[in-house]
């Protein structure tokens, strides 16, 4: 299979329901993901990722646009994608009445791997979801994490050559979330490629390759999450609480970020000392972090709120 | 992990492999409600006893009737089940992101509550059995009568669950359904009770039709030939005609507009 992965050129999709106006939810969207990737694709609600996966992953038909998997169009030739892919739906619940274990496995099954293979993979995918104490236990009796674990459990056991994800660690403990962090990763190193949503944004720098930020429907930037954070303008953040009466000598230093009585200060490690300085002669606490990609993602899509306000 | 250098794929048969699996995992979860087996045969049942009390002659074709009509229903269940795993529980995006063709997915679901819901309609056919002491052609007969008659009711019961988009509005269409087809027509009582301008609709009813043909199997005669040969043929191409369009429709609708 020497075609990528994933390759999109100008998607679009109106929806158009029974009642009600029609919704341009993707707007000539073009992505690609290359072998052995784990991209995230990131947005508000509404933007148009789920839209975006479920047309990549060959459960919903693009109004216009080419996406291909492997190099095979996902509507024309869908029966050549489906063996290739599998994917945990945005609030995809277990069946009820199956255990885990049984979940895992029978799934595994009528995906047309031998027992032994569904029972080996099943076992370790239980395992890295950290399921082993409630394998046995009817979905139904389960937590709501630990369904959303038995879901994710069931996709990577399949180490299918391309996992869509959408919002899988949603209503996960953090060690559970670092799970399954650790078992996507463990899957790109075996060769799987990975294309997920997230509203995590720790989790998607810590998990991903590669950006996508989707605003109503289009894609406004793409890059690793360092390329990302450069739009906020400095890779430092100091935050001064009851600061807000330096706002205009703090705005010669960097981006102020108003927050209540508080000042965020989005500056470069060179003049840290200084504006440190001030805070001590003013009498102030200030603490100094990284910029997080949140601050540089409610950056980039903010912009675009504000220039589509006008 | 091992992983497939590739995707794994059916070998065997490849349009229906996993069908057997998939339908082994629906066996499963329609076995935790065992109670809902049971419960299953309550219309049978209940039409059973308003025969024997007003119509005792009656109660053998009532009987065949009810394995007619526990294989409509049987079928049938497919529409409230395909619905519930696509709209309650997403699970359809998974098994169609998958290897598993969108006919074998539906077939699973089909065969899965098939089997669960058997051995009962097992039952009506041990005492149908008894009670008429049938030769074996018509139990031939019966047994492919069932077969069809469940493929047909599965088939529409899967076109219908894909227009669904929260399950509350089901239950009356259900309902509706095995009224039309089951109840009303000549499927528990003698097809010479059915009004005779309105003869030809019974034969093309798949169920009544079914009934019809079991009916004339006990007492030969009852049909002309013309009218075995329309309801024989309603019944097959009713079956595997609407088979056929289900597994376009589920290729079709595994895909959403
Ligand atoms: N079945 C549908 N029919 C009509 N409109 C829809 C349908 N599904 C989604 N939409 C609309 O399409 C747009 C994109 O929705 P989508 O589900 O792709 O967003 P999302 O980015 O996944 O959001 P979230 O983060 O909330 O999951 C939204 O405006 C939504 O209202
Ligand atoms: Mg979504």
Redesign the pocket.
Known sequence: MPNEPLLAEDVRKV?A?RRGPR?D?LNGVSMSVHRGERVALL??????????LKIAATLLAPTSGRVEVFGHDVGRAADLVRPEIAVVP?EGKPFFHLTPREQVYTYLRSRGMSREVAHDRGERALAAMELAEVADRLAITLSGGQKQRTMVATVIATGAPLLFL??PTIGMDPFARRGVWQSLRDLTREGSTILL?T?YLDEAEALADRLYI?ER?RVLVEGTAATLKQEVGGTLRVTVPQGARLTETLRTFGRVVPDGDTVHVIVDPGRLTEILGIAVRERLTATVGPVTLEEAFLRVVGRSIDDEAG | MMRPAEGVRHRWLPRFGGVLAFAATELRVQLHEALAIFTSMVVQVVLLVFVAILAPSYFGIALLGAIVFSAFSLGQRVLNEAAYIRVDHKLNELYLASPLTPEAYFLGIAVGVFLAYLPPVVGLVVIAEAVLRFPVVTALLLAGLVLAVWLFAASMGYILSTAFHDMRAIWSYASLLYNLFGVLPPVFYPLGLWPAGLRPVALLLPPSAAAALLQNSLDPGLLAPPEIALAAGAVGVAAFGLFLITVYWARRSAQER
């Open positions: 929806y329901p919704i939810a947005g508000r609600n509404g933007a148009g990722k789920t839209t975006f945005q959408d919002e949503t509203h989707v429907g």
